[in-house]
């Protein structure tokens, strides 16, 4: 497969068509950005160990039965995935209570929630990716009842099979975003996960082992991925 023009540079990715027009190549870049891009930093390796991360993950989904744009590992940055049209939307669930949740709400970090939290977020770096709810989605034409049925569905299977997954190796998922995209009239699975997108905590000691290293100017961002994605087995090298 050959790699063609650059499709779009996100804050964190590169997009590139190729020759076969159902593909695409991600290029996960060493670039890591918060609160809506105001601070951005290169960090070492992080393309790298996110490439590697998500790819594993993405399979253990698949395998779990989640259809997933996956479609293999090119290189140590690079990722051949299926071209979705993307929803404009975010989907997040929370496990435990951290991030944004707690500023809305005035409730106090690390507090459980049970059941699970679902929200939708729209994405728009210029509004701050608003919380937006299921009539906004279907009033503005965002996505259609079926497809927000369908990406509530897969989101808390998500949660099912990650949830288990992490706490196999003593972490606990506190709480992730995943963006969904139609390819051929299936919803699938698109973007990345990654401790980019998601919270995880050790288990025992509740160290964070995500991108709020980065947030907070907490120091040893990608060596906390690496050190998750070694408990979990990804292979790094
Ligand atoms: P952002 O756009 O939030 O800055 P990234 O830097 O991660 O994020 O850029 C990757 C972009 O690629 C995102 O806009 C994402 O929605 C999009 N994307 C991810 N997977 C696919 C796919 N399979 N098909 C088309 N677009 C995708
Ligand atoms: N998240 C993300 N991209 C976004 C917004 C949120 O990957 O544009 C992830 C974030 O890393 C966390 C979860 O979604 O794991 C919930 O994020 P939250 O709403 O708490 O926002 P934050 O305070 O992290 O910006």
């Known amino acids: 497969m050959e790699k063609r023009g650059e499709l779009y540079a996100g804050k964190a990715k590169s997009v590139y068509l190729t020759d076969d027009p159902d593909y695409l190549i991600l290029r996960y870049r060493n670039d890591?950005?918060?609160?809506?891009?105001?601070?951005?930093?290169?960090?070492?390796?992080?393309?790298?160990?996110?490439?590697k991360f998500s790819a594993f993950i993405m399979q253990k989904l698949e395998e779990a039965g989640v259809p997933t744009h996956h479609a293999g590992l090119l290189s140590a940055e690079e990722s051949r995935v299926k071209k979705l049209d993307m929803f404009p939307i975010e989907c997040v669930v929370r496990n435990i209570a951290a991030g944004s949740i707690c500023k809305r709400l005035g409730v106090e970090e690390g507090i459980d929630l049970n059941p699970p939290t679902f929200e939708f977020f729209l994405k728009n770096d210029e509004l701050h990716d608003p919380m937006i709810n299921e009539f906004h989605i279907r009033s503005f034409g965002?996505?259609?009842?079926?497809?927000?049925?369908?990406?509530k569905e897969l989101t808390f299977k998500v949660n099912d099979i990650l949830t288990q997954l992490f706490a196999a190796v003593g972490l606990l998922l506190v709480d992730y975003k995943l963006e969904f995209g139609r390819c051929k009239g299936e919803i699938l699975l698109g973007d990345e996960f990654t401790p980019d997108g998601c919270r995880l905590w050790d288990a025992e000691t509740r160290k964070k082992l995500d991108k709020d290293r980065f947030r907070q100017g907490m120091g040893g961002v990608v060596e906390a991925y690496e050190e998750v994605a070694r408990r979990l087995g990804v292979d790094l090298s």
């Open 32 to 51: 890591t950005s918060a609160f809506d891009g105001e601070k951005v930093e290169q960090l070492d390796r992080k393309g790298e160990v996110n490439n």
């Open 142 to 151: 965002w996505a259609g009842s079926e497809a927000v049925e369908k990406m």
